[in-house]
Structure formats: C-alpha cells, structure tokens
C-alpha cells in the first residue's frame, strides 16, 4: 500500500512563502500522476496543482497560478509544493495525492481517480 506522509505546513504571515513536501513509501510504479488538494473548514476539498510522471507536465487551479509551483523528485520519492505570496484565503489542510491509473496519459487525471492520499498538514495565514 502507498503511503504519503506530507510535511511544511504552519503559520505563516500573508505575503509569505512555504514549501510543502510530500514522501511517497512503497511506490512501485514511477509513472504516476501527483497532485496537491486542499480544504478550508465548512468547503470542499479543491485541486490546486498536478504534475506528470516525467515532471515535464504541470497543471494548477486558476487561483494558484503564478503563486504556486509543483514539482517532484523521483529520486527521493517526493512531491513539493511552493507557496509564495500566501493569502489569509489559502488557509487549509493541505493533502497530498497520487495515481498510478493514468501512467504516461498526456491527460490529468480528475481528482477522483486519486486512489492514494496523504493525512495532510495544516497552513495557517495569518492577516
């Protein structure tokens, strides 16, 4: 079984920066899609940005663009996240998720086919 365990969150003040990280365990298919979630309390969980298995891909939510940049080392079997300018708005448990389903698919996947998820970790942005 996969297991993601995310790590980086915490408080910090709007306008700065945070750099999440994710470490996969147990990945034995290294064409794979990763991804980051989020969510407020009382909201949904929302997508906030997928990379391909090769890395050479990225997508991200409209609102993130610009601000937030995924990427991934294959080498240690990790995931990131950077944050930059932060919002009070971007306050939320931040997840961490996989899918080994799309392989090399030149299409992102939909949040539902993510089959492996992290607890997450929480960021706080403070006003």
């Known amino acids: 079984q996969v297991q993601l365990v995310e790590s980086g969150g915490g408080l910090v003040q709007a306008g700065g920066s945070l750099r999440l990280s994710c470490a996969a365990s147990r990945l034995t298919f290294t064409r794979n899609f990763m991804a980051w979630f989020r969510q407020a309390p009382g909201k949904e969980r929302e997508f906030i940005a997928a990379?391909?298995?090769?890395?050479?891909?990225?997508e991200y939510a409209e609102f993130v663009k610009g601000r937030f940049t995924i990427s991934r080392d294959d080498a240690q079997n990790a995931v990131y996240l950077r944050m930059d300018s932060l919002k009070p708005e971007d306050t939320a448990v931040y997840y961490c998720a996989c899918t080994v389903r799309y392989g090399s698919s030149p299409i992102f996947p939909p949040a539902i086919e993510y089959e492996y998820w992290g607890q997450g970790t929480q960021v706080t942005v403070s006003s």
């Open positions: 990379i391909n298995w090769s890395g050479t891909n990225t």
